[in-house]
């Protein structure tokens, strides 16, 4: 098992176009959880799946952000009409169930000019 | 989300131990002490959890107070590798299970 990957490590793109990420967890974790870091700060929530239900999305994400999971197992994040405010390290993490370690991927970097 | 508080930065020597603290006031019965790590340029990895009593593995120990309001981790000898920020985090297992990282402490390794 090569943990958790996370597709691309980079993407620069153009204010308005859409952008869209892929993580695959570990094989067998049940729980995905996506987050956002920019510099300096903490990685903020955005969102978690159980197998393939979504339970919660951050109240401050925008309806620009969409996250699937659908046989649960790898998981996308699609970010519509990128603003250059999207710009952060895109992480996502899984777990093999509730209260269990989590392993987090090394991330995508998004840069929107 | 309950709350935890960190200092925002501490140094300490090579080898020697290192205690990091963290207030969680607000605790519930059923919030789980997590205790994560960012190293530059990395994902957060996971380092230590526990809910009362004390805790050892191979990377750290946790020590929690008797009341639960608080807690310590503890690096026993610290190297340059351990320079990172540390992340406190309550995962309220009977609920939601979220991660909430907060801001974490920033330490710095001295040589």
């Known amino acids: 098992d090569t943990g958790v990957s996370q597709n691309p490590r980079h993407k620069i793109t153009k204010r308005g176009q859409n952008v869209t990420f892929r993580c695959d967890p570990i094989?067998?974790?049940?729980?995905l959880y996506w987050y956002r870091q920019t510099l300096g700060q903490g990685p903020e929530f955005l969102t978690y799946f159980q197998n393939e239900a979504q339970l919660e999305k951050s109240r401050l994400l925008s309806d620009r952000f969409s996250a699937e999971r659908p046989k649960g197992s790898f998981s996308t994040l699609e970010i519509q009409r990128t603003e250059q405010g999207d710009s952060a390290m895109y992480l996502c993490?899984?777990?093999?169930?509730?209260?269990?370690?989590?392993?987090f991927g090394q991330g995508t970097r998004l840069t929107v000019v | 989300d309950a709350k935890t508080t960190q200092p925002n930065s501490m140094e300490s020597n090579e080898e020697e131990p290192v205690h990091l603290p963290c207030n969680h006031s607000t605790i519930s019965g059923t919030d789980y002490i997590h205790w994560y790590r960012q190293l530059p340029s990395q994902g957060p990895e996971y380092v230590i959890h526990?809910?009362?009593s004390n805790v050892n593995n191979r990377m750290a120990s946790l020590a929690i107070a008797e009341d639960r309001k608080s807690s310590t981790l503890i690096l026993h000898r610290a190297t340059l590798r351990d320079a990172a920020v540390y992340y406190c985090?309550?995962?309220?297992?009977?609920?939601?299970?979220?991660?909430?990282f907060g801001k974490g402490t920033r330490l710095h390794i001295l040589p």
């Open positions: 526990g809910l009362t």
């Open positions: 094989s067998e974790h049940n729980r």
């Open positions: 993490a899984s777990s093999l169930e509730r209260n269990t370690e989590a392993f």
């Open positions: 985090i309550l995962r309220d297992v009977a609920r939601d299970d979220k991660i909430i």
